[in-house]
């Protein structure tokens, strides 16, 4: 997810252009990017032991394990750090849907887990600015 260019100069640009007329950004930006955590796949037993610490104390903290429902009987789950001025690690994972009663168990979400390394970094970014939109 990247920073867009301010409303401001978006809608000035858009007074500009003609119908019809496309107005192409190119311009460095800070973007938000999850890169997904290889280590499952080569130190299983490390990072086992490590997703086990992480949601223990993330389920003992409140807020940081939470469970969307998409309707289809799926959930979408996330288990953030309870530290919330460090959100540089996060897993995420698609599980069956628990319901609203749901008492969160690591062993439950464990084989769904994937881990991300999250991270604001300069990116390049590009828009096409319309006189309808962005």
């Not at 978006?10 to 007329?21: M, Y």
């Not at 997703?51 to 953030?80: P, R, T, V, W």
């Amino acid at each position: 997810m990247r920073d867009a260019p301010q409303p401001s100069y978006v809608r000035a640009i858009q007074k500009l252009l003609s119908p019809g007329e496309v107005w192409n950004l190119t311009a460095p930006v800070f973007a938000t990017v999850a890169a997904y955590d290889h280590s499952k796949a080569t130190t299983e037993s490390s990072y086992e032991e490590f997703f086990y610490e992480f949601c223990q104390a993330a389920i003992e903290s409140s807020g940081a394990y939470a469970h969307m429902s998409m309707m289809n009987d799926k959930s979408l789950s996330l288990l953030s750090p309870v530290s919330y001025s460090n959100q540089s690690l996060q897993f995420v994972g698609i599980t069956d849907d628990p319901g609203i009663e749901y008492e969160v168990s690591c062993e439950d979400f464990y084989p769904h887990a994937v881990l991300f390394s999250v991270n604001r970094q300069l990116c390049e970014g590009k828009s096409s600015i319309t006189r309808g939109g962005l």
